[in-house]
Nanobody, 130 residues
Framework: QLQLVESGGGLVQPGGSLRPSCAAS????????VGWFRQAPGKEREGVSC????????NYADSVKGRFTISRDNAKNTVYLQMNSLKTEATAVYYC???????????????????????WGQGTQVTVSS
């Protein structure tokens, strides 16, 4: 069974950086696109960024473009989310999830399409506060 585990969240001041990780166990992540999502208190879960199975294609929510970078190291079975210039509104639990391939070839799904993703991790808390 696919299992994803997030880590690397924490408390950071506005303008700071964090790089949470999403590690897969029990299976190879090579064939799966992966997305990062977040849920703030009292709000619906929203998409942040997605990366194709090869890592060659990425997609970002408008709110994080230019500040967040998604990447993956398939040799380490891990996907990362580098978050720079963090704002207080980034405070949320961050989740990763894998997408079962829907098409042949390398492609990336827009992160707003949460329903295509499954095998959700337990989440890692990110708090941006002074």
């Amino acid at each position: 069974q696919l299992q994803l585990v997030e880590s690397g969240g924490g408390l950071v001041q506005p303008g700071g950086s964090l790089r949470p990780s999403c590690a897969a166990s029990g299976f190879s992540l090579d064939n799966y696109a992966v997305g990062w999502f977040r849920q703030a208190p009292g709000k619906e879960r929203e998409g942040v960024s997605c990366i194709s199975s090869s890592g060659g294609r990425t997609n970002y929510a408008d709110s994080v473009k230019g500040r967040f970078t998604i990447s993956r190291d398939n040799a380490k079975n891990t996907v990362y989310l580098q978050m720079n210039s963090l704002k207080t509104e980034a405070t949320a639990v961050y989740y990763c999830a894998a997408e079962e391939p829907r098409y042949d070839g390398d492609y990336v799904t827009a992160p707003r399409h949460l329903t295509y993703f499954g095998s959700w991790g337990q989440g890692t808390q990110v708090t941006v506060s002074s």
